[in-house]
Every structure is written in structure tokens, then in C-alpha cells.
């Protein structure tokens, strides 16, 4: 049984003055040997984005990106044509495959924050495409909800599909409420706190700590305080 919380403050990161970025892992110039994913999971960016800003076009390749909004809203743009609004609670999926190029717009009034979420995919090469859903309010005590998963029953259940073994999920919770998530055997599973307070497993976690998950059996997840988490379970 392992569980390591991650506190918000230790995170690596960047301040380019209109963007503020959190590194959960490695990334960019932030290299930490010990924190280089977990699983298929390589990337979990804790963003805040100026209004008004923008990342210039860049590619892509060999990635599965998905990107969820906790406050404003982001526009994306590619090279394929695509474009489109993605607001906050809802998730928008990069497939980069064989390589795509992007731009992302803060064209809000306001700060944007985000979680940018990167995953290896089981194949590589392939069409690259973009996806981006509007999700139904999550309703308090609904429990585990699939936002972007590889696995066929999340899809099933309205996920947006991902060529990746992993799968990223999201619960609120009113406080007091609790919800649970089983683990199949050799499953690996990273929790971040988008909103509020909780305890998972028996550790408390603040908004936007993590919780790196192995060899437990289910997650226990109960709100100390109104919140909302996400949850990438991995293998």
C-alpha cells in the first residue's frame, strides 16, 4: 500500500507574468528525476492564464492532451480547422498522433485556470483530431464521473475517447458527502483537489494537493468541505 500526497506549495513551476503554471511532473525546463509520471500519466499542469492571452501555434505528436477548465474558459485552434470554447466543469481532448499544430486563447475577461493533462498513448502515429463536451453539472453525490478515458465501459458511459491506456474522472461533492472508486489489481491512480477540502484514504488533502495512488484497492474519497477532484486512474 502506498500513498503520497503532493502539496500544492512544493510543486515546480513557471512565471512567465501572464501565464503562472504548477508542474506536478518534470516538465519543461522544471526536471525532477523523482517526478516523471506515473503510469501513462506524463504531464498534470496546474494553469492561470491572463485574460486576454494567448499560446502561440505550436505541434504536437504522440500524445493524448485533455485539458479541463475549473475557472473562465480557453479557445482552442489547430491546424486541422478545429475550434472551439471550452468552459469551466468541461473537457476538451488533444489527440496529437502523427502531429498537429495549436494555439490556445484565453478570450475571456478574466483569469482562466485550467488542468492541462497529458497521457502516453498505447499506439503511436495515427489521424490526430480534437474533441471538446460539454458536461451535465456533476451533481453532488453522483460519485465518479468519466470525463476522457480509454477504456470501452467509461465510453459507454459518454467519456470522450482517448487512445491511451488511463482514464480521467471527476466527483463533487457537498461537505460531509463522500464517494468511493475501486481499483482493479496493478492499477495506478493520481488525485488532484480542483475544489475545496477532502480525505482520501485517510490523508487531507487542500485545494489542488494530489494524492499519488498505488496498491490500494479503492479510493475513499469525503469532503471536509464542499469540493470537487479529479481522478486519473492509470494502467
Known amino acids: 500500500m502506498m500513498l503520497e500526497k503532493i502539496p500544492f506549495d512544493s510543486l515546480g513551476g513557471a512565471d512567465f507574468g501572464w501565464l503562472k503554471a504548477k508542474h506536478h511532473f518534470s516538465f519543461g525546463r522544471y ?9 501513462a500519466l506524463r504531464v498534470w499542469n496546474d494553469d492561470e492564464i491572463d485574460a486576454g492571452k494567448v499560446f502561440e501555434p505550436h505541434p504536437h505528436k504522440d500524445m493524448e492532451i485533455v485539458t479541463y477548465v475549473r475557472e473562465g474558459a480557453i479557445t482552442h485552434r489547430d491546424s486541422l480547422g478545429n475550434e472551439g470554447r471550452t468552459g469551466a466543469g468541461d473537457v476538451q481532448v488533444m489527440s496529437a498522433g502523427e502531429g498537429i499544430t495549436h494555439s490556445e486563447y484565453n478570450l475571456e475577461d478574466r483569469l482562466t485556470r485550467l488542468f492541462q493533462i497529458w497521457f502516453v498513448p498505447r499506439s503511436a502515429g495515427g489521424t490526430p483530431w480534437w474533441e471538446a463536451r460539454k458536461f451535465p453539472p456533476r451533481a453532488a453525490g453522483q460519485g465518479f464521473v468519466p470525463l476522457a478515458s480509454g477504456y470501452d465501459d467509461h465510453i459507454s458511459d459518454g467519456a470522450i475517447a482517448i487512445n491511451s491506456d488511463a482514464a480521467l474522472l471527476a466527483a463533487a461533492l457537498n461537505a460531509g458527502d463522500a464517494a468511493t472508486y475501486d481499483l482493479a489489481p496493478g492499477t495506478e491512480a493520481y488525485l488532484v483537489v480542483a475544489k475545496g477540502a477532502v480525505t482520501v ?9 494530489a494524492l499519488q495512488v498505488s496498491a490500494e484497492a479503492v479510493i475513499s474519497v469525503a469532503a471536509d468541505a464542499d469540493a470537487e477532484v479529479l481522478l486519473a486512474v492509470l494502467g
Open 31 to 39: 526536471i525532477d528525476r523523482s517526478r516523471m509520471g506515473v503510469g
Open 201 to 209: 484514504n485517510g490523508t487531507a488533502l487542500a485545494e489542488r494537493d
